[in-house]
């Protein structure tokens, strides 16, 4: 089955305790993200990837980092966490151009 | 700046009527948009596409109109049912020749409420 899968589904976790929310896709995507979700503000663009060892800002990229070692695999990394970064986020994956992008199930961050 | 609005939080409507949920993008350079539908504890999933080149897509219960002159398009549910209750979002991108990231910009989400 085509999925993109992301891990854990919820985190709790405390201020300034770094964290990695993992994302891995099975359809060879080129392309992958990172959006997170907060009330009024829709789906923002922290983080994308064009391919393996390829990856630039999206629109709120402060306070993470990624890494793309491996075309199935994305992580989100929050080294120093705040509680400004509790969100819901979801990690996608499309083919290059326009078509649409898979989603995975999301992670409810709660920093405390 | 919001380049992709949607403009209603929410919309509720009895079933077996129309839905209409609408969107407006400044960029005039998007030639891509997309409905995606959303459930609570789950991720969005993709709904139905259009490209510039057309003003119209169906399929099944679902049509999205879109009108270039205006930045405009909307998504038409009929009829609507109760398990189309959900957070629908729409999204932009814009193609960019051979470095084209295919990147999704996105609204900020309405809210549908079907009432049976």
């Known amino acids: 089955e085509a999925q993109v899968t992301q891990n854990p589904r919820y985190l709790i976790t405390v201020t300034g305790k770094k964290l990695t929310v993992t994302c891995s896709q099975n359809m060879n995507h080129e392309y992958m993200s990172w959006y997170r979700q907060d009330p009024g503000l829709g789906l923002r663009q922290i983080y994308y990837s064009m391919n393996v060892e390829v990856t630039d800002k999206g629109d709120v990229p402060e306070g993470y980092k990624v890494s793309r070692k491996e075309k199935r695999n994305f992580p989100l990394i929050l080294e120093s966490p705040s509680p400004n970064q509790t969100s819901l986020y979801f990690c996608?994956?499309?083919?290059?151009?326009?078509?649409?992008?898979?989603f995975g199930q999301g992670t409810r961050l709660t920093v405390v | 700046d919001q380049q992709v609005k949607q403009n209603s939080p929410s919309l509720s409507v009895q079933e077996g009527r129309i839905s209409i949920l609408n969107c407006d993008y400044t960029n005039s350079m998007f030639d891509y948009f997309l409905w995606y539908k959303k459930y609570p504890a789950e991720g969005p999933t993709f709904l139905i596409s259009?490209?510039?080149?057309?003003d119209k897509n169906e399929d099944g219960r679902f049509t999205v109109f879109l009108n270039k002159s205006a930045k405009h398009l909307s998504l038409h549910i009929v009829p609507s049912q109760p398990g189309d209750s959900a957070v629908y979002f729409c999204?932009?991108?814009?193609?960019?020749?051979?470095?084209?990231?295919?990147?999704?910009?996105f609204g900020q989400g309405t809210t549908l409420q079907v009432k049976p």
């Open positions: 999204a932009a991108s814009a193609f960019e020749g051979s470095s084209n990231t295919g990147k999704l910009i």
């Open positions: 996608a994956s499309k083919n290059r151009g326009n078509t649409e992008a898979f």
């Open positions: 259009i490209s510039s080149i057309k």
